[in-house]
Every structure is written in C-alpha cells, then in structure tokens.
C-alpha cells in the first residue's frame, strides 16, 4: 500500500504525466510485488523558481517519495531504484536527474480500511519481499 508522491516541475504534456505514474506503479508492481489494483500517487508540479534543483543538474528532475510498509529487502529496494530510473531515463529524464526515497513505516502506524491498524489487517500481499 505505498503512497507516492512524485514532485518535478511544471512542462510536461498530459500524456507525459500518465506515463510518469504508470512508469512509477508499474516499478513497484515488478519490485515491491504489489498488487496491480495498489494505485495511490500523487503529481505535484512547481514552477521552475519553486524547485530548486543542484546547479549540474540541467533538464527534467524528478523526486519521487514513497511512503511504504516496513520489510522490503535491499535487493528489492535496489531493484526499483533501478527499475524507476531505467524507465525513466526512457521517458527523457537524465539518470542524475532522479531521486528516489523510501520512507519505511511500520504497519502499526498505518490507520487504513476504517481505521483498523494495518498490522491487524490480512493484507493479501506479501511485504518482505
């Protein structure tokens, strides 16, 4: 159940977007083995004098923070490091344009289907992957 959120600054094209979070859900659908229907990313555009970005790089930047249940392995973590910035990269995003940071939550801090701790709840999917 990760929450995504993916910040970059305003230009892209509509269809840009789309394939944007489609290129992030499916990176965690192939990596973090969610399920498919698992879809919870938001966009969030600034103008160019908002988002500050380091001096070399030049082009697109993307931020992506995911917010995401304790348990995933390095090797699983590096595989959607790699996974995002490969599709990506594809997409015109320089490869040094890309940051990706997990923030690991424990499931008993994550209030969800009705405010039942996610830790007391059959997720239907695996985590320590």
């Known amino acids: 159940m990760p929450i995504v ?33 698992d879809k919870l990313i938001r966009l969030v555009e600034y ?20 917010s995401l249940f304790s348990g995933r392995s390095l090797d699983a973590k590096r595989a959607l490091y790699q996974t995002v910035v490969a599709k990506l990269s594809q997409m015109g995003v320089p490869a040094n344009n890309i940051r990706v940071v997990l923030h690991e939550v ?10 039942v701790p996610a830790s007391e709840v059959e997720l239907g999917f695996k985590v320590d992957v």
């Open 5 to 37: 959120r993916i910040e970059t600054r305003k230009g892209w094209t509509r269809q840009e977007k789309d394939r944007l979070i489609q290129a992030l859900h499916e990176s965690m659908v192939a990596c973090l083995q969610i399920p498919e229907y």
């Open 47 to 66: 103008d160019r004098e908002d988002f500050v970005t380091p001096p070399a790089c030049t082009g697109n930047y993307v931020l992506i923070e995911i």
């Open 106 to 115: 424990p499931r008993d801090d994550w209030g969800i289907r009705g405010g």
